[in-house]
């Protein structure tokens, strides 16, 4: 399987570089499951860009350190925020259905998310990322340079290393990688020049999360044992507001929420104080505080007052308001009982964002030559300690376009011979409970030893349970076939490592790493950054 450029993933990261990549290079986008399965697909809020001349580049940028907790890196900020509105434009073009405001100076409603000093939030209702992700699945789907391999499940980059372990080279290549058909369980081989690594976060390695089943890691992971410098793992966004019912996967609550008014309050449950707002007593920004701020709020209060839950209350607003800004919001509660314009949301927080990934320019580039990552996968520095809201499908679309750039400026070159997946030694497996047993351990302990407050013990604790882990993963993996679940387990221990060594780094909190362990902040703010064993 021969492509000038191979995607993997499938959300506006990817979809971007494909399609600012097509009109000159063939391109395979390699999807785990369908297009529209990723964490792109769920966003609700929208997308964070200066399109107002109330607004200006300085606000944005400085509301962005200031949510980062001082490591945000300015250049990488600057350079996102600056090339905001040509990425909406280019959405725009693409035919994406903003909700519309005719009284706006661009003809599109704005609206504003904690952390946010402006309204900036360009959006489709509150299901942004479904709008964006149709619109351009549909052009990606209908042009003649693009090939699509939804259900197919990346295994291992292919490196010179790889090729030659024997003699391993100072500088190696990326060259491709191997990917398991789903349908068939066949292994391919894509070589590629160029690979782009689009594969999203990984909040499946957490026990509770907003994200999708797909989020696990896999392109931090893979391009890790490929030899690339991670950074700032330790910094796991936890979304504040996650649907609290027993028959509601992941649900998010967008933070749009918070931003039209919506007050969080004690439910029921804690007595006397039922009904009462809580925000102000850890933060004067209150409901507007930025999300690790209000995160650790809302478990401080869980865990104080022995509650399953809180409440997050915007039924004081006008109920067309409500049913016209948050129709997904509003009908998937209905569906389980709760009327938003009439009662309270029960939330909890959840893992939600990877702030952290594998280490880039801006034009995507990683230390491999040949291997690309952007989005959620990559950490360019924008996000810092904390991801300020709906920064994040900015930085899919500016850096994606700026990645197809640089590889459409490189002269096409010749790819190796790539040696076919060799399954010779190993048979299928004899107890996949194993795998079902293993997975659910990880982010159960991973969810009370690595959330949103953290000991140097627990994350020890973590540390020894993940290495008897990997361990027993490692030799499943060399023995028997491959599963989709076997694969994306492997990924998530490598993840859940990478997490817990970068906390452990940190002897300080910041931003979205709380240690009751080192609660100050030390004076100069700097980047965990993690570095293979190449020579393993």
């Known amino acids: 399987m021969k492509f000038d450029v191979a995607i ?7 979809l971007s570089v494909a399609l600012h990549l097509a009109e000159t290079r063939t391109v395979a986008i390699i999807s785990k499951r369908t297009l529209q399965d990723g964490a792109s697909n769920w966003a609700q809020g929208g997308i964070a860009a200066v399109l107002d001349s109330g607004d200006s580049h300085k606000q944005h940028i400085d509301d962005t350190l200031v949510a980062g907790g001082g490591l945000c890196d300015e250049g990488a900020t600057r350079f996102i925020v600056e090339h905001g509105r040509e990425a909406i434009e280019w959405l725009i073009g693409q035919g994406v259905p903003f909700t519309r405001d005719d009284t706006a100076e661009l003809g599109f409603h704005l609206t504003r998310e904690g952390g946010h000093s402006q309204r900036r939030i360009i959006h489709a209702a509150d299901a942004t990322g479904h709008a964006v992700q149709v619109t351009l699945e549909e052009k990606v789907r209908a042009h003649p340079n693009i090939t699509l391999f939804e259900h197919h499940c ?9 090729l030659h372990p024997v003699k391993k080279s100072s500088q190696p290549k990326c060259y491709g990688l191997y990917v398991q058909d789903e349908k068939t369980g066949q292994v391919l081989t894509f ?4 690979t782009v690594m689009a594969t999203g976060g990984a909040g499946k390695v957490y026990l509770y999360t907003t994200n999708p089943d797909t989020a696990s890691g896999d392109g931090i992971a893979m391009a890790w044992r ?6 700032n793992m330790e910094f796991i966004q936890f979304h504040p507001t996650c649907l609290y019912h027993p028959y509601a996967k992941s649900f998010l609550i967008t933070e749009a929420i918070r931003g039209e008014g919506g007050l969080l309050k004690l439910p029921p449950e804690a007595g006397a104080s039922a009904g009462k707002r809580f925000m102000l007593a850890h933060d004067e920004r209150a409901e507007l505080a930025p999300r690790d701020v209000v995160a650790r709020a809302i478990d ?5 007052r022995g509650l399953d839950y809180v409440h997050l209350d915007i039924s004081h607003k006008p109920a067309d308001f409500l049913i016209e800004h948050f129709p997904t919001i509003y009908a998937r509660c209905m ?3 709760i009327d938003i314009t009439k009662e309270p949301i029960p939330i909890v927080p959840a893992a939600h964002y990877t702030c952290g990934g594998v280490v880039t320019d801006l034009y995507g580039r990683t230390d491999l ?8 996968t990559a950490c360019t520095g924008l996000h810092g300690a904390n991801r300020l809201a709906s920064n994040s499908l900015l930085e899919c679309v500016v850096i994606g376009r700026a990645c197809a750039t640089d590889i459409a400026g490189k002269e096409k070159g010749e790819v190796p011979y790539l040696p076919d997946w060799d399954e010779s030694r190993v048979t299928d497996a004899d107890e996949e409970v194993v795998i079902a047993h293993n997975w659910d351990e990880l982010r159960r302990f991973m969810w009370n030893y690595v959330g949103i407050v953290r000991t140097t013990k ?4 973590a540390q020894h349970r993940i290495a008897l882990l990997k361990e027993e993963i490692d030799e499943y993996y060399q023995n028997f076939r491959i599963t989709h679940d076997l694969l994306e387990l492997r990924n998530l221990v490598d993840v859940a490592s990478l997490i817990v060594n970068s906390a452990l780094q940190r002897h300080e909190s910041r931003g979205l790493h709380f240690s009751r362990d080192y609660p100050e902040t030390l004076p100069k703010a700097l980047p965990s950054i993690l570095t293979p064993n190449r020579r393993k």
């Open 226 to 231: 490929a030899g690339c410098r991670v950074s």
């Open 8 to 14: 993997v993933g499938s959300g506006l990261a990817g």
């Open 369 to 376: 030559p040949g291997l690309y990552a952007v989005g959620e």
């Open 300 to 304: 401080f209060e869980i865990k104080k």
């Open 191 to 194: 070589a590629a020049e160029h």
């Open 335 to 337: 569906e389980l009982g």
């Open 154 to 162: 990346a295994i291992d980059l292919i490196t010179s290393d790889k």
């Open 458 to 461: 627990r994350l020890e604790r």
